[in-house]
């Protein structure tokens, strides 16, 4: 389809929307707030919609995808949903042999380790995920007034599951290939920033409000590494994006020193974990990006009181940036209560 700038709808929204204003660096009169992974296993909903059904047939199927992605805004009202979706799908759309394992989460059958590996990476065609035009399109009609965000996985923790073959705590085999192979890495990466850069192109031409990038891993790296070895590929992924008017937001954990080089890297928004409070971040970041973050997601296991206060200093911090959205630092807890998230965002709405 062609591509015509700002659609009306995504041209209505951007003025009303707090968290459309936020990510554009302007203050709404009130602090917009949404939860990384608000959808899923929180909710007994989602629990029971999923009883039968593997994850990534779930992904599959426009239904059940706009029903999941729906369930947490009619419990919390936030102010954006997210795409109920994995970072896993376009790699399974285009022909790796990967699934999601109850309890484990991403496994690759054949991990990448020599260069005929990279052969089944070949660039994403909408075709490949029709099911996510079809969802993103339900949705904006069922959401009104809430934008929903687009997503997809960075070039880097895609590699690292790719290479590790499943979830890694220390990333070692990801780093020993960057570091003995640097042309087989770049190889990788390009051909990842390629699939990741279709798939958010996809979600974002059928409606998608904002995008998030998650690399969740990269926080593992050093930032003269990072700048070295991933920076380059995220940037082209969210360069991509510079002329869609939706805002990118650019998420990572545990990367305090990486603030700055993600936001360079072409973020309009940064994510921060909760180990750098927000106003040390904006400093971080530059001070000319909007901030997103970062309540640490075991706080909703404290007292009340105790809650409330940290809700009120992660609003307090975040007023030190030129926009800000309220999140968790990380994924919501499995363990959550909603009734606390939902309380949460009633504290964020107050202040
Ligand atoms: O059985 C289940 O219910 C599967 C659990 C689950 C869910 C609900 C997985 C497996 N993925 C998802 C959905 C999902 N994944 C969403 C949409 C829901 C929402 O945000 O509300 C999103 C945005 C993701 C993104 C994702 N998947 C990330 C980046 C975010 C993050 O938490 O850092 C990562 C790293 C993954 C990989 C993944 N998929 C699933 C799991 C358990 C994991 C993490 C495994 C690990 O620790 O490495």
């Not at 992974?37 to 995808?65: F, H, I, K």
């Not at 022909?95 to 309890?103: P, Y």
């Not at 990842?192 to 192109?201: K, N, P, S, V, W």
Request: include cysteine.
């Amino acid at each position: 389809p062609p591509r015509s700038g700002l659609s009306p709808r995504r041209r209505g929204l951007t003025a009303t929307s707090p968290f459309l204003r936020a990510a554009a660096g302007d203050r709404p009169e009130r602090v917009p707030v949404w939860f990384m992974r608000q959808a899923g296993r929180v909710l007994p909903e989602y629990r029971a919609l999923r009883a039968t059904t593997a994850m990534l047939d779930s992904c599959r199927n426009a239904e059940m995808v706009t029903e999941i992605t729906l369930q947490p805004v009619r419990r919390f009202r936030p102010d954006a949903a997210i795409f109920f979706s994995d970072i896993v799908l376009p790699l399974a759309a285009v022909g790796v042999d990967v699934d999601i394992v109850a309890g484990v989460g991403p496994v690759v059958a054949h991990p990448i380790r020599a260069r005929a590996d990279l052969d089944v990476l070949r660039p994403l065609q909408p075709d490949d995920v029709q099911y996510v035009s079809t969802a993103v399109g339900m949705l904006i009609r069922e959401l009104g007034e809430t934008p929903l965000i687009g997503f997809a996985g960075a070039p880097f923790t895609l590699a690292s599951y790719l290479i590790e073959g499943g979830p890694s705590r220390s990333h070692t085999r990801t780093k020993a290939l960057m570091y003995s192979d640097p042309e087989l890495w770049h190889d990788l990466l390009g051909r990842l920033a390629e699939i990741t850069t279709g798939f958010l192109r996809v979600q974002v031409d059928a409606g998608a409000d904002a995008v998030q990038l998650f690399d969740s891993w990269a926080g593992a790296l050093n930032e003269e590494d990072y700048l070295r070895y991933v920076a380059p590929h995220s940037a082209r992924v969210l360069a991509a994006f510079a002329d869609d008017g939706v805002p990118r937001i650019h998420f990572g954990v545990n990367t305090g020193q990486l603030l700055g080089a993600m936001g360079a890297a072409g973020a309009d928004v940064v994510g921060v974990d909760w180990r750098v409070p927000l106003d040390e971040a904006a400093l971080r970041v530059g001070g000319d990006r909007a901030v997103q973050g970062n309540l640490d997601p075991a706080t909703v296991f404290a007292p009340a009181d105790v809650l409330a206060e940290k809700v009120r200093d992660v609003c307090r911090r975040g007023a030190a940036a030129p926009g800000h959205i309220f999140n968790f630092g990380h994924g919501v807890l499995p363990e959550s209560d909603p009734g606390v998230l939902a309380h949460i965002v009633d504290l964020v709405h107050e202040f």
